[in-house]
């Protein structure tokens, strides 16, 4: 019973709109920071949070696990800068190698949701066209002609990744950027290119092209923090690059005519977005070779696990790093005392992950 002359308001059903509460979309829930307030994916939420925790195991088994295995209490100590007998094999010979990867596969990752966003394509990924191929031929090029600086290879992956980035771009552009047409001739470079890193490791000197076959691997095998903080300050350097990239993939994924009507340049927003993916690949790539396949897998599992439209950056770099902290550990530990490069591993995973790929887009199914 009501008295006359009262409302009686019934409760807003779960999405959709009611008094004093805002319309939100299914899955989404209202998050409320004193007078902020913002929309929060739960399954999004919920696979981010698990993939940590997947990530932080995976770091603390890699740093425990090797010839001489390593209580989880020393490694705190060790992290925290406690005195620690196992200081040395923790502290100098793992974590630069463990960061190292971290730094590697979540760069790889983003690096491929960036680039499948702007081609619309799933088999967009840095090494299918050709971006790897042109950071790893630059390099192999200057290790086997002389130059022994590693802290300059992260630079000149760089100039290699964005010089075939740029010819796979303008041979590609045909009145916009058709998907297939942009796989097609980046796989068309990508094989050049690697036949350009052969030709220098013939014709370059023979002990450093042996290294340079080792580094094609994509390999963590003896890295120190000589490659690691390099890599770490581009990443660093480009990180609002990445954050602004994170808004505007929402953008990119529009077609040119609904991007026209909302007055969103398109044309801009896409390069920008290419332009940061091949940098992550490149200096990924001059740190630790070409670590295959992983800007192939991370960004599409990513997006299936969360269930999202368009790539989740956060989900997919977290995916990236536990990829290749996963294969390295089994890459070390597989056929001890032999290390085996890390790329043998992701290649071996993401190889018929590719094949199922195309096999599925050609019987009609969601790529």
């Not at 990924?125 to 992260?154: D, K, N, Q």
């Not at 195309?358 to 019987?363: D, F, K, Q, S, V």
């Amino acid at each position: 019973m009501t008295a006359p002359g009262t409302v009686r308001e019934t409760p807003a059903r779960r999405g959709t709109p009611g008094r004093g509460a805002p319309a939100r979309p299914p899955g989404y829930g209202l998050v409320r920071r004193g007078r902020a307030s913002f929309l929060l994916h739960r399954r999004s939420a919920a696979v981010t949070a698990a993939l940590a925790a997947a990530l932080a195991a995976a770091v603390v088994a890699s740093l425990c696990l090797g010839e001489t295995a390593t209580a989880p209490s020393e490694v705190v100590r060790v992290l925290l800068g406690l005195p620690s007998p196992d200081e040395l094999v923790v502290g100098t010979l793992r974590l630069p190698r463990v960061v190292l990867g971290l730094m590697v596969g979540a760069a790889l990752g983003v690096a491929g949701g960036l680039i499948q966003t702007v081609a619309r394509n799933p088999l967009a990924s840095p090494e299918i066209i050709g971006v790897t191929h042109g950071a790893a031929a630059v390099t192999v090029g200057a290790m086997t002609f002389g130059l022994t600086s590693y802290a300059l290879l992260p630079y000149l992956s760089v100039a290699g990744g964005m010089l075939a980035a740029a010819l796979v771009y303008v041979f590609a552009w045909r009145r916009g950027l058709g998907a297939a047409r942009f796989v097609l001739i980046g796989l068309g470079f990508s094989v050049a290119l690697r036949s350009v890193t052969q030709l220098f490791m013939t014709k370059g000197d023979f002990l450093a092209a042996q290294q340079a076959q080792v580094w094609m691997t994509g390999s963590l095998n003896g890295r120190g923090w000589e490659q690691a903080a390099p890599l770490g300050w581009a990443l660093l350097a480009a990180l609002p690059a990445v954050l602004w990239c994170a808004r505007a993939l929402r953008r990119a994924a529009l077609d040119d005519d609904t991007a026209t009507a909302l007055g969103v340049r398109l044309g801009r927003v896409r390069l920008g977005l290419t332009a940061t993916g091949v940098v992550l690949a490149s200096v990924a790539t001059g740190a630790a070779g070409p670590v295959d396949f992983v800007a192939l897998l991370s960004p599409q599992i990513a997006r299936r696990l969360t269930r999202t439209a368009q790539i989740p950056l956060l989900a997919t770099a977290l995916l990236g790093a536990l990829v290749v902290t996963l294969g390295d550990l089994l890459a070390r530990r597989i056929l001890a005392p032999v290390e085996l490069p890390v790329g043998v591993l992701t290649a071996a995973i993401g190889a018929p992950y590719l094949v199922w790929l195309i096999a599925r887009g050609r019987t009609g199914g969601r790529p």
